[in-house]
């Protein structure tokens, strides 16, 4: 049987992204990205909800995204799930998920106010 791990989000970012480096000098950014969802209750109420979701992402689109966006600032991207486990200090065991940015998009405008471009890496569609 095959397997499938693909994620495709539409939010705002949570925070400035932390740009870092590997020892090997790869890029790693980390954001949190917030997923808003309303909807309408049976008895016609409204409800909402949001989801919390770090994001991190490696190579020249980290770089693009530190350089190009900012708390709040709303971004689309396609990944893959990852479950990160360690032990905490106290002994107890942790776990969390979280999206390994793989593509993005540039939704509304660039820091600046400016109006955002894909770079060479970015122009590849989620679904190609």
């Not at 530190?66 to 893959?80: A, C, D, L, M, T």
């Amino acid at each position: 049987m095959s397997n499938f791990n693909q994620v495709i989000l539409m939010g705002n970012l949570t925070r400035d992204p932390n740009l870092s480096y590997t020892p090997g000098q790869t890029a790693v950014v980390e954001f949190g990205l917030a997923v808003n969802r309303k909807w309408t209750k049976t008895d016609g109420s409204k409800g909402e909800e949001v989801l919390f979701i770090e994001c991190q992402c490696y190579g020249k689109r980290a770089e693009v995204i530190s350089k190009y966006f900012e708390k709040g600032n709303p971004i689309f991207v396609q990944g893959r799930l990852k479950l990160e486990q360690w032990s905490g200090d106290d002994g107890k065991q942790h776990s969390r998920i979280r999206i390994v940015v793989e593509n993005f998009e540039f939704i509304g405008s660039k820091k600046g106010g400016d109006v955002a471009e894909p770079g060479p890496d970015e122009s590849s569609s989620a679904a190609g």
